[in-house]
């Protein structure tokens, strides 16, 4: 059964202490692999996409890299309004379309 | 209004109620997809449209009634709903269902409270 697991669940941080938040998958053949931000009483958020191994993309203190049985994203000197839920979803054969596999999300607190 | 939105942003209802979750994408997109979001639990897709038509009901009660009269809008109705429905619901679009490298917008959600 292709399954999605983000660890660690919850992950506090000091202001510019960088970390990283990881999402394994057990699909075969994966077509993408997608990263959204999800604040409190909000819908998710888009912001990456990785098609294959070695992939990186990065967007402001944000680095997501893939390989071929994980993803990570690398958070370099967080600040407080990077506080939010971080939820991986992978894209599979066998899944008709787009149809996406979800993880249970890593909620991020930043302090000050 | 620009993306995905949705109305009500929240809702109470009571068991025995009749209610209605709208959707709208202005995004020129031709899927749509109900998402719902439980705490604790990840995403679990509930329903697809593709160009108005469903590809996708996911084992998902008959109380819960999905209508996508045109590719802008999505409609989810609701009837005596039971106290563990009470979620999150998400709708989301992408511009082709059957592209391998879409991408899904999310819309914020309806916050669903069942008495």
């Known amino acids: 059964e292709d399954q999605v697991t983000q660890s660690p669940e919850a992950l506090r941080l000091q202001e510019g202490e960088s970390s990283s938040l990881n999402c394994s998958y057990t699909?075969?053949?994966?077509?993408?692999l997608f990263w959204y931000r999800q604040d409190p009483g909000k819908g998710p958020e888009f912001l990456f996409t990785?098609?294959?191994a070695g992939e990186e993309k990065e967007k402001e203190r944000l680095k997501a890299t893939l390989t071929k049985k994980e993803s990570f994203l690398h958070i370099t000197a967080p600040k407080p309004e990077d506080s939010a839920t971080y939820l991986c979803?992978?894209?599979?054969?066998?899944?008709?379309?787009?149809?996406?596999?979800f993880g249970k999300g890593t909620t991020l607190s930043v302090s000050s | 209004e620009t993306g995905v939105t949705q109305t009500p942003r929240h809702l109470v209802m009571g068991m025995t109620n009749k209610k209605s979750l709208k959707c709208e994408q202005h995004?020129?997109?031709?899927?749509m997809y109900w998402y719902k979001q439980s705490a604790k639990k990840p995403l679990e897709l509930m329903f697809v449209?593709?160009?108005?038509?469903?590809?996708e009901n996911n084992s998902v009660p008959s109380r819960f009634s999905p209508e996508c009269p045109n590719s802008s809008h999505l409609f989810l109705h609701l009837h005596t709903l039971q106290p563990e429905d009470s979620a999150l619901y998400l709708c989301?679009?992408?511009?082709?269902?059957?592209?391998?490298?879409?991408?899904?917008?999310f819309g914020p959600g309806t916050r669903l409270t069942v008495l």
């Open positions: 989301a679009s992408s511009q082709d269902y059957f592209s391998s490298t879409d991408t899904q917008y």
């Open positions: 699909v075969s053949g994966l077509r993408g």
């Open positions: 990785l098609y294959s």
């Open positions: 979803a992978v894209q599979a054969p066998g899944q008709a379309g787009t149809a996406l596999i």
């Open positions: 995004l020129g997109h031709n899927a």
């Open positions: 449209y593709s160009l108005e038509e469903r590809v």
